[in-house]
Structure formats: C-alpha cells, structure tokens
C-alpha cells in the first residue's frame, strides 16, 4: 500500500531562514507527487506538483522541489521564508492506476517568527 | 474565479443522528472527492465520484454514503453518527478522471462535531 512520511511535524523558522521539509514516500510503481499548504482557517491550496520529466519542479510563492528517485524523497525548499509562510504543509501522493486519490503524509506545520 | 463550495461549514450533531454534507465543485469539473481530517490528522480519502459514478472507494464506514447528482454536485450521508466522526471533511474536484494528474481543488471543508 501507499504511503507517505513526513519527517519534521513542527518546524520553527526566523523570517528569511531557508527551508527543508523532509517527504518519503512507499509505493513501487510511477506516481505523482504534490505539496499542498494550508493556511490558518483556510482549505488546503496545491503549491507544486511533478508527473515527469524535470525533478526539479519550482511551484508558486517561491517554493520548489526536488524528486529523488532512488530515496523515494520529494522534499519542499524555499531559500527565504516569510512570516506569510506560517501554515501546515502537506505531501500527498497518487498513482495513474488507482483512480487519483491521495495519500497524504501527517503533514508539517511551520512556524514563521517575524 | 469559482472555487469549490461546501455547506454547511460547521454542523453540530448528536450522536447517533444523521448529517448530510454538500459539496458543490468547480464548473466543469466532473470528479469529486472526499477526505477525512480527524484532528492533528492527515487527511484520509473516503471515497470519488466520476461522470456521477462511484469511481473509487477508500476508508469509509458502512454507515456513510454518498452520490454525485446530475449537476455534478455530491452529497455525503453520514448516520448513527459516533463521536469519532467528528472531523473536517474536505471536498475536491477536478476536471476529469485521468488518473490522477489533474489537480484536485479543495473546497474549505465542513467541521463536524459530534456530541
């Protein structure tokens, strides 16, 4: 079965710190890979995801990730957080041949202090 | 731009009552999910809706049902509601099942309690 791990579950930051969120995932066929956020009271908003192709994958505010295929990792960074960034951070994953639901790790909430 | 709607966003219940959850997805998005977030949980699927069919089912009770309706909106069902239920449920759509690529749109969740 699927799965996905999050290895940090409170990360606590000064503004412009870089950041790392460790991400593993358990499946051994292709899947797909996404990093949601959710902000405080708000619904989870997909911040990047990558299929194929290049394992670098930059998503919106400023955010990236890389995929490693043989460590089964999908870790975010961002080289300089900002206070706005103080929200849970989740990973989920699916596959092509399991009908699109995602997996999701236990997620990481970050804390920004200004 | 339209986003997912869900109603109610919070609904208070007793155990062992009944609830029904809307979910509304963006137009022209025919897939829907549902997820579970138990609290400090991650969310956990329940099940997906594609072209008004049940496409895939995950950790749901027998005590829950759902359907998707003609106008793509869904509905879930919940009875005997048991303190355990109580949770944010999250509804997301897409615009086709195409195995899983599509990104799914979150709606902002409806809290449940149950007392």
């Known amino acids: 079965a699927q799965s996905v791990s999050q290895h940090n579950h409170h990360v606590i930051l000064s503004e412009a710190a870089s950041l790392e969120l460790g991400c593993n995932y358990s499946y051994g066929g292709t899947v797909n890979l996404f990093w949601y956020v959710q902000y405080p009271g708000q619904h989870l908003q997909l911040l990047l995801k990558?299929?194929?192709?290049?394992?670098l994958v930059k998503g919106i505010k400023g955010f990236e990730a890389e995929f490693i295929k043989s460590k089964f990792s999908f870790n975010l960074r961002k080289p300089s957080v900002q206070w706005s960034d103080t929200a849970e951070y989740f990973c989920?994953?699916?596959?092509?041949?399991?009908?699109?639901?995602?997996?999701f790790g236990q997620g990481t909430e970050l804390s920004v202090k200004p | 731009a339209a986003g997912v709607i869900q109603s109610p966003r919070h609904l208070i219940k007793e155990k062992r009552e009944t609830a029904t959850l809307k979910c509304y997805p963006i137009p022209r998005h025919d897939t829907v999910y549902w997820y579970q977030q138990g609290p400090g949980q991650d969310p956990q699927f329940l099940i997906s809706f594609y072209e008004k069919m049940q496409s895939d089912k995950g950790s749901i009770p027998d005590r829950f049902s759902a359907q998707q309706f003609s106008d793509y909106h869904s509905e879930l069902n919940m009875s005997s509601l048991e303190l355990g239920d109580s949770a944010l449920y999250f509804c997301?759509?897409?615009?086709?099942?195409?195995?899983?690529?599509?990104?799914?749109?979150f709606g902002p969740g409806t809290r449940l309690t149950v007392l």
């Open positions: 997301a759509s897409s615009p086709r099942l195409a195995g899983g690529k599509d990104t799914q749109y």
């Open positions: 990558y299929f194929s192709g290049d394992p």
């Open positions: 989920a994953v699916n596959s092509d041949n399991q009908g699109g639901k995602l997996i």
